[in-house]
């Protein structure tokens, strides 16, 4: 969990985790110098299952390669300040599709809420678009959604923080460019994530996130256009429509 600042959200997301019924879970925090109460509430919760680090950083990648490297599991996960898990069993359940199948990679799909109502959900993210083929029309699993075996950091490197708001793009695009990663595809929502994000941030947000998805196909040898970035976006505005 990177965050920065985050005094109004942590809490939320952090007793989600708490409240996983797999037992063997470990949630590392890596905060970026809050000047807010995000690091009083993290240690208010004294769980010996959370790790707090709490230090200037160059951004949010930096934040996340520094929590994977301090990782000490085997299955590797995100989960944002302002985000949380949809039900208490989303750890359990990933756990098992990695112990039956042999998996490096699970996804699934998120559904979007509003600042300050979480339980009103406006758009839910379907992940089963997403196929390796399709990289270079922009499509990725919810971020939020995707866990990893720890070792393809190793065999991939980490992500790269010179990306504004698509090194998570560019990460998904390296490591299933050749389709050699073992992945399956969950068809729930586990995540629930506040809108406004990175991501979301309005249309210079879009702008950039369509750039750097660009120059990240064209980093990892994917074919692409704007053109076939810009036409995920109708089925996009569907998500709107079919939201759970």
Request: with cysteine.
């Amino acid at each position: 969990m990177a965050c920065y600042n985050s005094a109004a959200t942590i809490g939320t997301a952090i007793a989600s985790f708490l409240a996983q019924d797999h037992a063997d879970k470990e949630l590392v925090v890596i905060d970026g110098a809050s000047r807010d109460r995000t690091c009083e509430i993290v240690r208010s919760f004294d769980s010996p299952q959370i790790t707090l680090v709490s230090e200037p950083d160059a951004g949010l990648y930096d934040a996340i390669n520094k929590g994977v490297m301090r990782a000490t599991g085997d299955l590797v996960g995100l989960l944002h300040s302002d985000d949380h898990f949809a039900h208490p069993g989303v750890l359990s359940l990933v756990a098992d599709q990695f112990a039956a199948s042999g998996l490096d990679a699970v996804y699934a799909d998120a559904a979007y809420f509003r600042a300050g109502a979480p339980d009103n959900l406006i758009r839910t993210y379907r992940s089963h678009y997403f196929r390796p083929d399709r990289l270079g029309w922009g499509w990725m699993p919810a971020h939020t959604t995707l866990f990893l075996r720890k070792d393809v950091f190793a065999r991939y490197g980490m992500y790269k923080t010179d990306y504004r708001i698509a090194a998570d793009f560019e990460y998904v695009a390296r490591i299933f460019r050749d389709d050699g990663l073992r992945a399956t595809y969950l068809p729930q929502i586990i995540v629930h994530m506040q809108d406004g994000g990175l991501s979301t941030g309005g249309l210079g947000a879009k702008l950039t996130i369509n750039r750097e998805v660009i120059r990240a196909c064209r980093e990892n040898g994917i074919a692409t256009n704007y053109l076939k970035i810009l036409s995920k976006y109708p089925r996009k505005v569907m998500e709107y429509v079919y939201r759970q």
